[in-house]
């Protein structure tokens, strides 16, 4: 069956063959062609070819029809359904599993096809043609319902609350499937299902913005991600059936696309942080890609993708830590986990700073699609890899460290932007590694179910920050409630950093955090550093005519007992290699506690030790108006 004789024309497969000829950059499918081609890439095939045979192995994805499907079948239950009212916890529940499926199958269905193009092995065909089966009959891609994951919400008259997450996820994983198949892979029957249910997701999305549904669109907010994944979608979707006979929607699709680029930052800031960043610039990445394929380039070469990479380089810490601060996960170990992301965009970008990366800081390109094409690009020098250190007004962060080498030293100070998303209360974390061992860090960040999420990791209490009054956070019933009391810092504040001064040697910052609290004249930080020692100086004045007890915390990177020693206002922490000495105009107390730690390693959510770390709790005897404190931190 040659599919460009059919009325089914629609596959990718053609799309970049009507554009061969002006088209530069190649598809997947022209990209693995390349690949196999290469003698040099033979391991790295055999490897994805038995990744693949394993992934053919596991039962298909399928859609779960009732709650108690969910969790089934290879879906996935989100665990913040559990708390929501019975009326709306399947609802809840199905849609976040139908994100899910997609975006594994994403990932999965390119891979298989992959490998059947490497191999022609019928078994790998078989296994695509079942789930692709499957995948034709979830339609809409994204049923109704993410929106209830707080209790008390429901779903808007009409019982739509738009396409979301899944609808970029599900159609990536089509077009890449259809890019990357022989063109006579796949029956006249499946195809025009496959059509059908395209068609409808882009009648779909199109309405979405049309009638303003979904929060995004009525809040006129392209920074999110959730914005980005259905764009993807509608991109993807007009290009795999035809952008001309969709073309008020292709460029409906790419004017989003394009927003969102716009609203990020000017030197390739993201605006969710460090792991948000892998999941939607993938998405961007996708679709820009596509978009080239097909000879429209507008996307790839954006600004923002051309300077993106070195910003999501320069999270990478000493210690094989990363800059974890937003709804970022675990810091160590995370710029090895990132490998599909470098390889994804050093493939599309040709990044140099993606490239050295790979080489350098990381085990080399990922063993996916992508991996295997990065393997063939040019190598590059040591003049590719991004500066040490920088400042981002639009993320309100300072970033340094001395060397790329494993053992450096490592500093990163955390401001606040008005339009920050997925953040947290950390306005002025100061995070500090000491010849690759971590000293200052932060809680990090768990599954968003995770009964402490807001009470002891996004909160205040998760960062090393100021806090007026002794109030202790409780465990609401609601994992998605953000809890704050009057002496907790405000989200969405803006905290200005001024930096004095950024060079190889160290650095000097100060921090404005007056705005974040109620009752707070000034909280300047101070702070200053070198490859061995930092200093922060904090000045705390309460609004005229009130007094308060006012708290500092300082998470370690240890989860040993460390040694107090002083009185009044003078004290030292030790452990093995680190002293700190904190000195204050007022009479203080130190001690230390053990609170969940998500950065030094991921926390499996059982009582094992290491998965919390030591914090030092420093805070007046007495309510005061005023406050000065130098915390002096030297590393051997």
Same mark, same amino acid.
């Given at each position: 069956?040659?599919?460009?004789?059919?009325?089914?024309?629609?596959?990718?497969?053609?799309?970049?063959?009507?554009?061969?000829?002006?088209?530069?950059?190649?598809?997947?499918?022209?990209?693995?062609?390349?690949?196999?081609?290469?003698?040099?890439?033979?391991?790295?095939?055999?490897?994805?070819?038995?990744?693949?045979?394993?992934?053919?192995?596991? @039962?298909?994805?399928?859609?779960?029809?009732?709650?108690?499907?969910?969790?089934?079948?290879?879906?996935?239950?989100?665990?913040?359904?559990?708390?929501?009212?019975?009326?709306?916890?399947?609802?809840?529940?199905?849609?976040?599993?139908?994100?899910?499926?997609?975006?594994?199958?994403?990932?999965?269905?390119?891979?298989?096809?992959?490998?059947?193009?490497?191999?022609?092995?019928?078994?790998?065909?078989?296994?695509?043609?079942?789930?692709?089966?499957?995948?034709?009959?979830?339609? =809409?891609?994204?049923?109704?319902?993410?929106?209830?994951?707080?209790?008390?919400?429901?779903? =808007?008259?009409?019982? &739509?609350?738009?396409?979301?997450?899944?609808?970029?996820? /599900?159609?990536?994983?089509?077009?890449?499937?259809?890019?990357?198949?022989?063109?006579?892979?796949?029956?006249?029957?499946?195809? &025009?299902?496959?059509?059908?249910?395209?068609?409808?997701?882009?009648?779909?999305?199109?309405?979405?913005?049309?009638?303003?549904?979904?929060?995004?669109?009525?809040?006129?907010?392209?920074?999110?991600?959730?914005?980005?994944?259905?764009?993807?979608?509608?991109?993807?979707?007009?290009?795999?059936?035809?952008?001309?006979?969709?073309?008020?929607?292709?460029?409906?699709? %790419?004017?989003?696309?394009?927003?969102?680029?716009?609203?990020?930052?000017?030197?390739?800031?993201?605006?969710?942080?460090? /792991?948000?960043?892998?999941?939607?610039?993938?998405?961007?990445?996708?679709?820009?890609?596509?978009?080239?394929?097909?000879?429209?380039?507008?996307?790839?070469?954006?600004?923002?993708?051309?300077?993106?990479?070195?910003?999501?380089?320069?999270?990478?810490?000493?210690?094989?830590?990363?800059?974890?601060?937003? !709804?970022?996960?675990?810091?160590?170990?995370?710029?090895?986990?990132?490998?599909?992301?470098?390889?994804?965009?050093?493939?599309?970008?040709?990044? @140099?700073?993606?490239?050295?990366?790979?080489?350098?800081?990381?085990?080399? =390109?990922?063993?996916?699609?992508?991996?295997?094409?990065?393997?063939?690009?040019?190598?590059?020098?040591?003049?590719?890899?991004?500066?040490?250190?920088?400042?981002?007004?639009?993320?309100?962060?300072?970033?340094?460290?001395?060397?790329?080498?494993?053992?450096?030293?490592?500093?990163?100070?955390?401001?606040?932007?008005?339009?920050?998303?997925?953040?947290?209360?950390?306005?002025?974390?100061?995070?500090?590694?000491?010849?690759?061992?971590?000293?200052?860090?932060?809680?990090?960040?768990?599954?968003?179910?995770?009964?402490?999420?807001?009470?002891?990791?996004?909160?205040?209490?998760?960062?090393? %920050?100021?806090?007026?009054?002794?109030?202790?956070?409780?465990?609401?019933? !609601?994992?998605?409630?953000?809890?704050?009391?009057?002496?907790?810092?405000?989200?969405?504040?803006?905290?200005?950093?001024?930096? &004095?001064?950024?060079?190889?040697?160290?650095?000097?910052?100060?921090?404005?955090?007056?705005?974040?609290?109620?009752?707070?004249?000034?909280?300047?930080?101070?702070?200053?550093?070198?490859?061995?020692?930092?200093?922060?100086?904090?000045?705390?004045?309460?609004?005229?005519?009130?007094?308060?007890?006012?708290?500092?915390?300082?998470?370690?990177?240890?989860? !040993?007992?460390?040694?107090?020693?002083?009185?009044?206002?003078?004290?030292?922490?030790?452990?093995?290699?680190?002293?700190?000495?904190?000195?204050?105009?007022?009479?203080?107390?130190?001690?230390?506690? &053990?609170?969940?730690?998500?950065?030094?390693?991921?926390?499996?959510?059982?009582?094992?030790?290491?998965?919390?770390?030591?914090?030092?709790?420093?805070?007046?005897?007495?309510?005061?108006?005023?406050l000065q404190l130098t915390t002096n931190v030297r590393v051997e």
């Amino acid at each position: 069956m040659n599919l460009q004789r059919t009325a089914l024309a629609f596959s990718l497969v053609s799309v970049c063959a009507r554009h061969a000829a002006t088209a530069q950059t190649p598809s997947w499918g022209a990209l693995l062609d390349e690949a196999i081609a290469n003698p040099a890439l033979e391991p790295a095939r055999s490897a994805l070819v038995d990744t693949a045979r394993e992934a053919a192995s596991q @039962p298909i994805i399928r859609r779960a029809k009732v709650l108690a499907e969910v969790g089934q079948n290879r879906t996935w239950l989100d665990g913040r359904s559990e708390s929501l009212e019975p009326e709306i916890k399947e609802q809840f529940a199905l849609a976040m599993s139908d994100f899910a499926a997609c975006n594994a199958l994403a990932e999965e269905l390119p891979l298989l096809a992959a490998g059947y193009r490497i191999t022609r092995d019928p078994a790998l065909l078989d296994r695509i043609v079942s789930q692709l089966d499957e995948m034709a009959a979830w339609s =809409p891609l994204q049923r109704p319902g993410w929106t209830l994951f707080t209790p008390g919400n429901r779903l =808007p008259e009409g019982g &739509k609350d738009g396409n979301w997450l899944a609808t970029g996820c /599900g159609v990536r994983a089509i077009g890449d499937t259809l890019d990357l198949l022989p063109g006579d892979s796949l029956s006249p029957e499946l195809m &025009k299902r496959l059509q059908t249910l395209l068609e409808g997701e882009i009648a779909g999305v199109v309405d979405d913005w049309q009638t303003k549904r979904s929060w995004f669109i009525r809040s006129d907010n392209p920074n999110t991600n959730q914005w980005v994944l259905p764009t993807e979608g509608l991109i993807r979707a007009c290009l795999i059936l035809g952008a001309e006979q969709h073309r008020d929607a292709y460029e409906l699709g %790419v004017a989003n696309l394009l927003r969102s680029f716009d609203a990020h930052g000017a030197h390739g800031e993201f605006e969710e942080g460090f /792991g948000y960043a892998r999941f939607t610039v993938t998405s961007m990445l996708h679709a820009a890609h596509a978009m080239a394929v097909s000879g429209d380039r507008r996307a790839l070469d954006h600004p923002f993708l051309k300077r993106f990479p070195v910003w999501f380089v320069q999270h990478f810490q000493p210690g094989n830590m990363v800059i974890n601060c937003f !709804d970022a996960g675990p810091a160590y170990g995370a710029a090895e986990a990132s490998r599909p992301f470098l390889s994804l965009a050093a493939t599309c970008t040709g990044s @140099p700073a993606a490239r050295w990366a790979l080489a350098n800081q990381v085990s080399g =390109p990922s063993g996916d699609l992508a991996g295997l094409a990065a393997r063939a690009l040019p190598p590059v020098g040591p003049q590719a890899a991004p500066a040490l250190f920088a400042v981002y007004e639009r993320a309100a962060r300072v970033n340094w460290r001395d060397s790329w080498d494993v053992n450096a030293s490592g500093v990163w100070v955390r401001g606040g932007h008005a339009l920050d998303q997925h953040d947290h209360q950390d306005r002025g974390h100061v995070n500090f590694i000491a010849h690759g061992k971590p000293v200052l860090i932060e809680a990090g960040t768990p599954s968003y179910h995770h009964k402490l999420m807001m009470t002891h990791y996004s909160s205040g209490v998760g960062h090393n %920050v100021l806090q007026l009054g002794t109030e202790e956070p409780e465990p609401s019933s !609601d994992p998605g409630k953000n809890i704050t009391h009057p002496g907790w810092q405000k989200v969405h504040t803006v905290a200005p950093i001024t930096v &004095k001064s950024l060079d190889l040697e160290g650095g000097e910052a100060q921090i404005d955090g007056a705005a974040c609290y109620d009752g707070l004249a000034q909280w300047d930080r101070n702070v200053a550093w070198t490859n061995a020692e930092l200093t922060v100086t904090d000045n705390v004045s309460l609004d005229e005519g009130t007094a308060n007890v006012v708290l500092f915390r300082w998470h370690l990177g240890t989860e !040993d007992k460390v040694a107090i020693e002083g009185e009044g206002s003078s004290h030292s922490i030790t452990w093995p290699g680190v002293r700190i000495t904190l000195i204050a105009d007022k009479p203080i107390t130190v001690q230390q506690v &053990k609170l969940p730690d998500n950065t030094l390693q991921a926390h499996d959510g059982s009582e094992d030790p290491k998965n919390f770390h030591t914090c030092v709790v420093v805070q007046t005897q007495a309510p005061e108006d005023t406050l000065q404190l130098t915390t002096n931190v030297r590393v051997e």
